[in-house]
Structures are given as C-alpha cells and as structure tokens.
C-alpha cells in the first residue's frame, strides 16, 4: 500500500497565530514530499517541493517565511502557516512520493487539512 | 493561457452511460499524464495515469493521450452513481529537470444519475 495522513484533518484559528500541519507516509519511506493548496471549486495548486534533508522548493508567489516547511525525516513533512490572516482559509493537501522502486508519476495524496482563520 | 484547460462541469448523465472527460494543455514537455478523483472534502486518488501518447484501460477506465494535440481523455465505461466525483487531470515533465510537482486541471464535477 501507499497510505499518506495528514493532521489535523480540520483546524480554525485566530488570526496571528501559527499552525502546524502534519503529513506522513505510514507504510513507506518518501524522498519528497509536495504540498498543494486548494481552494473552493479551485484546482489544486503547488506550493512547494520537500525533498528528506534539504530546504524546501516554494513555487513563484509562495511566501517561504509564511509557508515553513520542514521534512526531517523520510516518514514527516510539516507545513506551518504563520501568523495566519483569513485569506490563508484554504485545503491544504500533501502529497508524498517513495523513496525506492518508484516510477516518477506516482504521488500519493493524503486526505487534506481544512483550515478555517477567523 | 492556463497551462490545463478542464471543463468545471457539472457534467451530469444517466448510470450506465459513457463518460467524457477531457483536458487540454499548452505546455509541450509534459510527459507524464495522470487522472485522479476527488470526493468532496478528501484526498485526490490515483485513477489512472499514461506516459507520453497512447490509450491505457484498466477495468472501465480508459486513459487517452494525443501529445499532437495537446489533448487528454478519460473514459469511463458503464458508469456507477458511486463514481459521482470531481475528475482531475494532472500532468507533469520527466523527472530531473527540477519541477516535480504536478500541474493540475481545475477538475470536472461528474453526477452519475441513478
């Protein structure tokens, strides 16, 4: 299997304060790690690569100092909102790619984070 | 010009019908190309993905690619009400070239009618 959750599946926060989203492989190692945003009726839109062991990748118009990434490990990627404002109201969604035996298309996405900023 | 082009729908039709949907792109070093659903609130999932041109079937699923034309397909056969989903196409280069992400079509709403 290629199993990914995410936590909290659901958070609402208060504007100014930081949240840490949570995503892991259970049942295989990943290298990378993407996370995307989506908004409602909205594609999903990449925000930044994670690769195990090295700074993350931010896609153009992604605020790196807002959206922090760390993967520290093969298994854990986290993505911390900081200092949220209303308009970071979105789905975060990740997704994480094997480490080994892989073919290059095959991400597997975990179930998403809703996060409401009032 | 949006790099994936897909219909929002909704794209409603009778169960056992033959389902339609389609993808467009402009951005001609995609290689890989890759259908997923999305329930509403969940995760997309891996349906099915193709490289480069050519058809793929797996069960009633059936992947089309047209690099010529820049055009993508997903057929589904004898279509079920519990394939009522949002349809993604995502697609993406090869690898190494630094831009692993997937590159998303805005998702087609499909309502299969019981």
């Known amino acids: 299997g290629a199993v990914v959750s995410q936590h909290p599946s659901r958070v609402i926060c208060k504007s100014g304060t930081s949240v840490k989203i949570e995503c892991r492989s259970l049942d295989f190692q990943a290298t990378t790690m993407f996370w995307y945003r989506q908004f409602p009726k909205k594609s999903l839109m990449l925000m930044a690569t994670?690769?195990?062991?090295?700074?993350?990748?931010?896609e153009q118009g992604v605020e790196k100092d807002k959206f922090l990434i760390n993967h520290a490990s093969l298994t854990l990627s986290t993505l911390t909102v900081t200092s949220a404002h209303p308009e970071d109201s979105s789905f975060y969604i990740c997704?994480?790619?094997?480490?080994?035996?892989?073919?290059?298309?095959?991400?597997?996405f975990g179930p998403g984070t809703r996060l409401t900023v009032t | 010009q949006k790099e994936v082009e897909q219909d929002p729908g909704p794209l409603s039709v009778p169960e056992g019908a033959i389902v339609s949907l389609n993808c467009t792109y402009s951005?001609?070093?995609?290689?890989?190309f890759m259908w997923y659903r999305q329930y509403s609130r969940k995760g997309p999932e891996l349906l099915m993905y193709?490289?480069?041109?050519g058809n793929k079937e797996d069960g009633r699923f059936t992947a089309q690619v047209d690099k010529s034309s820049k055009y993508i397909s997903l057929f589904i056969r004898d279509s079920q009400p519990s394939d009522s989903a949002t349809y993604l196409c995502?697609?993406?280069?090869?690898?190494?070239?630094?831009?692993?992400?997937?590159?998303f079509g805005k998702g087609t709403h499909l309502i299969i009618q019981p």
């Open positions: 994670s690769n195990e062991g090295s700074k993350a990748t931010y």
């Open positions: 951005n001609s070093a995609f290689q890989y």
């Open positions: 193709t490289y480069s041109s």
């Open positions: 997704s994480a790619r094997k480490a080994s035996g892989t073919s290059s298309y095959e991400q597997y």
């Open positions: 995502a697609m993406r280069p090869p690898p190494g070239g630094g831009a692993d992400g997937l590159t």
